[in-house]
């Protein structure tokens, strides 16, 4: 057979080889295009931009298995896909329907950092919490979103967490993550909103280490001790040119300067208000926006001000200590004392949570208020 005839079949098969994958690849594109959606074959660098290979040009790895958005196609085989909340290239040849069977057993697997709290909703709320993630233990992902919350399964549940507190990510590692204040926000000695638990301020932009994420606080560590900020205030959480925001728990009056003078109230903010947090002021005031006014209002009164957890009693209840027993700040022993409860002293109730009780302790002088582990704590003799 002469050379040129050998060529020519070459050239031919070639070409039908060439048609037959760009069919394809006009198939699968058509495909994605209708289901909006492909899956990932194989461990994947996102480009930054299409047709390159270059290192330098990826934004992350897309694990075999993940499940990416296809915006649409660039050319020469390469996609514009979303993943999570960042958005680069890949090559049609690492991309499948979401239905390939070989795929089908790849779980895509993080490791918490911090204690998280799981939430049936991708919000902050004290009425959503699902439980919390103990630091150290594997979720599946199930899905990334744009606003810094990712859907995951754990312990048979399905639910949302922060993102931005696994081992894998940039700012964070074991035990700890990097956060960043998106406005000046107030570092305090418990997770409750008062002019008694304030200790600082952190200017806009401000680095904070948290430790651990649990109900609606942040639990950090300031100056070498263990200290409590809210959470939704730091960049990541925040939208850009948007506010934090926050939802009224009770009846309150809603001002036009801080004083709690009556002609300064613009009028009464009903419980389940949703407003936004424009700046924290003076420790416990906060600058809002509700609709197309700004005001102010005191500081204590979102629902996640509201530690979690937390089964209120009844107010008359009563214990009697057993021995002579420490009143702290907060639930647990990293928290500062307040006063030294006498053994066999009644005590009110007046909050629970797991082992530890918020009481109310009077004397001849002052009315104190904290909280003191159960273990100490016995029923009033009758008399």
């Known amino acids: 057979m002469k050379k040129s005839r050998i060529r020519a079949l070459l050239?031919?098969?070639?070409?039908?080889?060439?048609?037959?994958?760009?069919?394809?690849?006009?198939?699968?594109?058509?495909?994605?295009?209708?289901?909006?959606?492909?899956q990932v074959t194989t461990n994947t660098i996102l480009h930054t931009k299409a047709n390159t290979q270059t290192v330098a040009s990826y934004k992350r790895v897309v694990p075999k298995g993940g499940l990416v958005h296809v915006i649409s196609y660039s050319g020469n085989d390469w996609y514009k896909v979303q993943y999570g909340s960042r958005t680069g290239f890949i090559m049609g040849a690492f991309l499948t329907d979401e239905d390939d069977e070989d795929l089908s057993d790849d779980i895509v697997t993080k490791i918490t950092a911090v204690n998280l709290t799981m939430r049936s909703s991708p919000m902050v709320l004290t009425t959503n919490?699902?439980?919390?993630?103990?630091?150290?233990?594997?979720?599946?992902?199930?899905?990334?979103?744009?606003?810094?919350?990712?859907?995951?399964?754990?312990?048979?549940?399905?639910?949302?967490?922060?993102?931005?507190?696994?081992?894998?990510?940039?700012?964070?590692?074991?035990?700890?993550?990097?956060?960043?204040?998106a406005q000046?926000?107030?570092i305090r000695s418990a997770p409750t909103v008062s002019e008694?638990?304030?200790v600082a301020t952190l200017?806009?932009?401000?680095?904070?280490k948290v430790i651990g994420v649990s109900g609606n606080w942040y639990k950090v560590r300031y100056k070498s001790k263990i200290r409590y900020v809210k959470e939704g205030y730091f960049t990541t959480e925040i939208l850009k040119?948007?506010?934090?925001?926050?939802?009224?728990?009770?009846?309150?009056?809603?001002?036009?300067?801080?004083?709690?003078?009556?002609?300064?109230?613009?009028?009464?903010l009903k419980a389940g208000t949703s407003v936004q947090v424009v700046k924290s002021l003076s420790k416990q005031w906060y600058k809002i926006k509700v609709g197309t006014k700004t005001g102010?209002?005191?500081?204590?009164?979102?629902?996640?001000?509201?530690?979690?957890?937390?089964?209120e009693s009844s107010s008359t209840e009563k214990r009697?200590?057993?021995?002579?027993?420490?009143?702290?700040?907060?639930?647990?022993?990293?928290?500062?004392?307040?006063?030294?409860?006498p053994k066999s002293t009644v005590v009110t109730l007046q909050a629970k949570f797991g082992d530890w009780y918020k009481v109310k302790y009077v004397t001849d002088e002052e009315t104190y208020s904290g909280w003191v582990s159960g273990a100490y704590l016995d029923e009033v003799p009758s008399t």
């Open 184 to 186: 000046a926000l107030f």
């Open 11 to 38: 050239i031919t098969a070639v070409c039908l080889v060439a048609t037959a994958l760009s069919v394809l690849t006009v198939q699968a594109r058509e495909e994605w295009e209708k289901i909006g959606y492909a």
């Open 241 to 268: 040119n948007k506010y934090a925001t926050e939802v009224i728990s009770t009846a309150i009056n809603f001002r036009k300067a801080r004083a709690f003078d009556k002609s300064n109230i613009i009028r009464v």
């Open 320 to 341: 009697i200590t057993t021995a002579a027993l420490r009143m702290r700040s907060g639930r647990g022993t990293d928290y500062d004392i307040i006063t030294v409860i």
């Open 129 to 181: 919490q699902l439980g919390v993630i103990p630091a150290g233990r594997t979720v599946t992902i199930l899905g990334e979103r744009k606003d810094n919350w990712i859907s995951v399964s754990y312990g048979g549940k399905e639910g949302y967490v922060k993102n931005g507190f696994f081992r894998t990510d940039f700012k964070s590692g074991k035990g700890y993550s990097w956060k960043y204040a």
């Open 196 to 198: 008694a638990t304030y």
């Open 203 to 208: 200017k806009p932009g401000a680095r904070v």
């Open 296 to 311: 102010y209002i005191i500081g204590g009164y979102f629902l996640s001000d509201r530690e979690s957890g937390e089964n």
